[in-house]
Nanobody, 120 residues
Framework: QLRLVESGGGLVQPGGSLGLSCEIS????????QGWYRQVPGKQRELVAT????????YEYAASVKGRFAISRGNQRTMYLQMNILEPEDTAKYYC?????????????WGQGTLVTVSA
């Protein structure tokens, strides 16, 4: 089992920046994909950005954040989301996600989420 803990959320003005972190604890087998998702009350959780690890990692971004947000990994146990030029529409709870291959069994883990509010 893995445990994911997000941090870094808060209140920021439109046009500002904020960085989120995700710490992963537990015995890690093979991470097949990891990333950030967000959810607004009453709406479905949506993809923000993901990394598929590999010799050449593959990055995927939602169209609404491309060019403004950047996902990165510090090491196997940390993941970041740098958010720039924030807009009120970016207000949401942001969740860290890891999909793992644990000896042939696919497992998926979520953090508890961190709230980002973009408002003047």
């Amino acid at each position: 089992q893995l445990r994911l803990v997000e941090s870094g959320g808060g209140l920021v003005q439109p046009g500002g920046s904020l960085g989120l972190s995700c710490e992963i604890s537990g015995n890690i087998y093979t991470i097949v994909k990891q990333g950030w998702y967000r959810q607004v009350p009453g709406k479905q959780r949506e993809l923000v950005a993901t990394i598929t690890p590999g010799h050449v990692p593959n990055y995927e971004y939602a169209a609404s954040v491309k060019g403004r947000f950047a996902i990165s990994r510090g090491n196997q146990r940390t993941m970041y989301l740098q958010m720039n030029i924030l807009e009120p529409e970016d207000t949401a709870k942001y969740y860290c996600n890891v999909r793992e291959d644990r000896l042939g069994v696919q497992q998926e883990y979520w953090g508890q989420g961190t709230l980002v509010t973009v408002s003047a």
